[in-house]
Structure formats: structure tokens, C-alpha cells
């Protein structure tokens, strides 16, 4: 069974930093391309950007709002995936959920709060 | 970016109901589209992706259909845990775009 777990969220200042972590398990993480979504608080969703395999070059896409700020990275050797945020400010409050690439098996994490206030 | 407009924003229906969903795309996406279910406090659950094909452990009461511009979600024969809200998603161009969601509550 595919399984994400989101860790890393927490109460950040305006102009902070914070790394999310999603840790896989149950699919071979490797050779799935991977992505990060956000729902702000009552609120719909949101796509923040992708990551795919080493294979296809490890490249990244980001969503207007976060590009410049964020940074998707993966290490396939942890199953790990995870989103730098820099300079945050308080439209990136939301819940952050880590998921597979859509299509078959499409999977999300449970997500993880970041909220950012002073 | 593509738009994605589903209605209705919101439904009303009774146990037993057959409803459906509409999704439409500012421009064409194939059939790059998914369909989620979202129960408060919880993540999205995947219903459909291309359009029409029902993730593994979907019961068949949902489905899915379109190509294009237009896509609908059909659920047969509601039952309680069936209300929830539900979003579609593109993923034919970057950035992905979701709908705004549909909220389907019990009349």
C-alpha cells in the first residue's frame, strides 16, 4: 500500500524558512515523478510544483506563487522527498500535502500545517 | 494557465440519488483530468484519472467521462458517506490547476 507522510510544518515568521519532509513507502519511489499540493485553510487546492526521476533529469516545475522561493528535492536513497520554502509570507499558510504523479495510483499524503504569522 | 470551472458549487440530494458533476477546461487537456473526493479534515482521495479510468479500490458507482474541453463525474445511488466535496484536475500543462470544488450535501 502506498504510504505519505508529510512531516517538517510548524508556525514560521514572515520572511522565514521551513523544510518539509514526505517520506515514501510501498512503490518504488525512484521512478515516480512527485509532486507538492497546497489547500490553504478553507480553502481549495492548490499545485505548488513537481519533481521528476533522476532518469528524466531530476527536473523541477513550480507554480507562479512559489517560483523563486521553493525548491522541490528528492533523495531516492531515503525514499524521501522535500520542499524548501524561503522568504515565506502569510498567503503560503496552508496545509501541504505530498503526493505521487497523477494518473494511476495517484496518492496523498495527510498533510502538514504551515502557518505563517508574527 | 488553464481554468478549471466545475458546477456546481454546491448540490443538494438525498440518499439513493444519482447526480453529476461538471468540470470544463479553458482549453482542451485530452483526457489529463482527475477526479478527488474530500471529506472534512481528511486528504483527497483519488476517484478517476484520464478522465474515465476508476483508481483501484473505487467502488464502480462513480464514474467518469469526457475529452476535451468538457468532463463529468457521475456517483449512482448516494449513500451517506458518499457526501463530501469534490474537486477536478488538470494535468495535461503546467502549472496543474485544480476546480474550485463542489459540495455535495444531504437534502
Known amino acids: 500500500e502506498v504510504q505519505l507522510v508529510e512531516s517538517g510544518g510548524g508556525l514560521v515568521k514572515p520572511g522565514g524558512s521551513l523544510r518539509l519532509s514526505c517520506a515514501a513507502s510501498g512503490f518504488t519511489f525512484s521512478t515516480t515523478w512527485m509532486n507538492w499540493v497546497r489547500q490553504a485553510p478553507g480553502k481549495g487546492l492548490e499545485w505548488v510544483g513537481r519533481i521528476k526521476i533522476k532518469s528524466d533529469g531530476g527536473a523541477t516545475d513550480y507554480a507562479a506563487p512559489v517560483k523563486g522561493r521553493f525548491t522541490i528535492s528528492r533523495d531516492d536513497s531515503k525514499n524521501t522527498l522535500y520542499l524548501q520554502m524561503n522568504s515565506l509570507n502569510t498567503e503560503d499558510t496552508a496545509l501541504y500535502y505530498c503526493?505521487?504523479?497523477?494518473?494511476?495510483?495517484?496518492?496523498w499524503g495527510q498533510g502538514t500545517l504551515v502557518t505563517v504569522s508574527s | 494557465d488553464i481554468q478549471m470551472t466545475q458546477s456546481p458549487s454546491s448540490l443538494s440530494a438525498s440518499v439513493g440519488d444519482r447526480v453529476t458533476i461538471t468540470c470544463r477546461a479553458s482549453?482542451?487537456?485530452?483526457?489529463?483530468l482527475a477526479w478527488f473526493q474530500q471529506k472534512p479534515g481528511k486528504a483527497p482521495k483519488s476517484l478517476i484519472y484520464a478522465a474515465s479510468s476508476l483508481q483501484s479500490g473505487v467502488p464502480s458507482k462513480f464514474s467518469g467521462s469526457g475529452s476535451g474541453t468538457d468532463f463529468t463525474l457521475t456517483i449512482s445511488s448516494l449513500q451517506p458517506e458518499d457526501f463530501a466535496t469534490y474537486y477536478c484536475q488538470q494535468y495535461n500543462s503546467y502549472p496543474y490547476t485544480f476546480g474550485q470544488g463542489t459540495k455535495l450535501e444531504i437534502k
Open positions: 482549453q482542451g487537456i485530452s483526457s489529463y
Open positions: 503526493t505521487t504523479h497523477p494518473g494511476w495510483n495517484y496518492a
